[in-house]
């Protein structure tokens, strides 16, 4: 069967988000006349539908978002269609909103960020100035996913302090390093590419638990170009 095109899988996708609306508002949909109308559209199967549905679904996962019941996320999706699946859902909107959301779990705004880095390079984001704190367990602040995919990119594997490759890859093949801000959220730092830098985790404690954390900030601020005192 002819590879999918990016008009099929957006059909797709579109198809998929329509199960997913009328779940989130209780309409019964009976899944296997929405994979029998994309069949007779696009001359698949069926089950060849529920499967690309089922994709959808792991894509939606690793992204931190969330899947219609009952379609089983099924991982053997490439690369490409992945990368255009999380394309169309970005530009839509999909599924509860951008990547770009702010937010305080830690693993969404990585699985957000890392979703924005698969998508393709990302223009220069505006960030936020003052960041809104968040009450839980402890107080946290909302962090923009584009900031941290932009940081990252911009690293380009490399820890920004002491210029070592991250220590290790993690799953999807992206170097592991941290997003810190320079002058920290809690001391009214701004969530913006001017105030925020990736390092390795050595390098991240340091800057945190150091002696010499406050001098190791007036420095790095005259290493990175783009980065400006606050």
Known sequence: MATWSEDEIEAAVDAYHSLFESQVSGAQVVKKRVYDAMALRYGRSAKAYEFRFQNISHVLDTMGLPWVSGLVPAANVGPSATTAIKAVIERKGYFGGSLGQATSDQVLLSRRAAALM???????????????????????????????????????????????????????????????????????????????????????RRFHHGVNADSLAKHIIAQVPRLRAE
């Open 118 to 204: 698969s998508i393709g390079p990302q223009s220069v984001p505006a960030g936020v100035l003052k960041p809104t704190r968040v009450a839980g367990e402890a107080m946290q602040f909302l962090r923009s996913p584009q900031v941290v995919a932009w940081v990252l990119e911009a690293a380009a594997g490399d820890c920004e302090w002491c210029s070592l490759p991250a220590p290790f890859i993690i799953a999807g093949g992206m170097p592991y390093l941290e997003v810190h801000h320079v002058r920290w959220l809690s001391q009214g730092g701004s969530d913006t590419v001017t105030n925020a830098v990736a390092l390795c985790p050595n390098c991240h």
